[in-house]
């Protein structure tokens, strides 16, 4: 009988090579594993007979496609819940495990188009580029590939920073506004708000508003460059970054931040639409947007989904 340890079992689930029915044993274990208690400790002869239990329980089936496992029906009893727990946290350091996030790829052939991640960093793809980034950051870091160009609005999350790769260079950011542009020859970062620091196989660098990085792939050299006003104007083109107003009405601003973060903004008071609005909201979240609206004209906003109403 071949033994299989649960980082294979898991292993197996992340490469898609479980059939239906045991992929489905499998999230039946991380669902149960979230209502376990992360307080409970086994004995090591509690912990060695339910891993034997586990093992025994299993047979392989092979197939030109799936790999099959029989899984007792213990598996679904609480005392196999908590030492399941065990096991997968000491293989994973302790961390709780969750099923791995679905990786998305976006790519398109022209234009500027719109990405809104799961943390709400906001990432403007421009021509023909390509960025992976998977559905959800359940780790410490938030980590993207990004072949092309970007602009990105990362949202701030000092706990987990957020790591772009490209190339070889890799950009780990808390939270700030910046563009990159890459090809085979070399790889531009342009910081706008915050800072970026930048690594390669031999440099690092941390690059300030108003600055530049430029990467040579064929020297493999990093270097730091000052950005002109003119320059920065032209990577933001065709972008939604820009949020500054002036003297405009307040249904234009409420147009505005209803399509850069996709709500709809529900607001029943002509004459307060009617109002004027000079302020900058660039870099912003739709929060702290909202925020300052709202002591601007004394008003509230609750949000519900993609739904907003302004209240007085």
């Given amino acids: 009988m071949k033994k299989y340890s649960f980082k294979n079992i898991l292993k197996y689930y992340t490469d898609n090579q479980l059939s239906r029915r045991n992929r489905e044993v499998v999230e039946d274990w991380f669902d149960q594993l979230e209502t376990a208690s992360d307080q409970t400790q086994l004995s090591e002869k509690q912990k060695k007979e339910i891993k034997t239990k586990i093992i025994k329980g299993m047979r392989p089936a092979y197939s030109s496609r799936k790999i099959g496992f029989r899984v007792v029906a213990v598996a679904a009893s609480i005392v196999l819940i908590l030492g399941i727990s065990f096991l997968i946290k000491q293989s994973f350091d302790r961390e709780k495990v969750i099923p ?8 398109y052939s022209e234009g500027t188009h719109k990405l809104m991640l799961s943390d709400g960093t906001i990432i ?11 559905s959800a950051f359940p780790g410490e870091t938030r980590q993207v590939e990004l072949k092309g160009e970007a602009l990105f609005e990362v949202a701030k999350d000092p706990a987990h920073p957020f790591i772009i790769h490209c190339g070889n260079l890799s950009a780990k950011v808390l939270g700030t506004s910046f563009n990159i542009l890459s090809n085979e020859k070399s790889i531009e970062v342009s910081v ?121």
């Fill in 192 to 312: 706008f708000t915050g800072k970026v620091a930048l690594e390669t196989n031999a440099q690092k660098m941390v690059v300030l508003p108003n600055e530049k990085a430029v990467y040579e792939a064929k020297k493999q050299i990093l270097q730091k460059e000052e950005a002109t006003k003119v320059e920065q104007a032209s990577l933001i083109a065709g972008t939604e970054y820009n949020m500054m107003f002036n003297n405009v009405p307040l249904s234009d601003v409420l147009t505005r931040i209803e399509t850069k973060f996709n709500v709809e903004v529900h607001c029943s008071d002509k004459q307060l639409l009617k109002q004027r609005v000079t302020a900058d909201f660039t870099d912003q979240s739709l929060d702290n947007t909202l925020d300052m609206l709202g002591q601007l004209f004394s008003v509230t906003f609750s949000q519900s989904g993609n739904n907003i109403k302004v209240k007085k």
């Fill in 100 to 107: 791995a996030p679905v990786i998305l790829t976006a790519q």
């Fill in 124 to 134: 403007w793809l421009k021509g023909k580029s390509s960025l992976s980034y998977p």
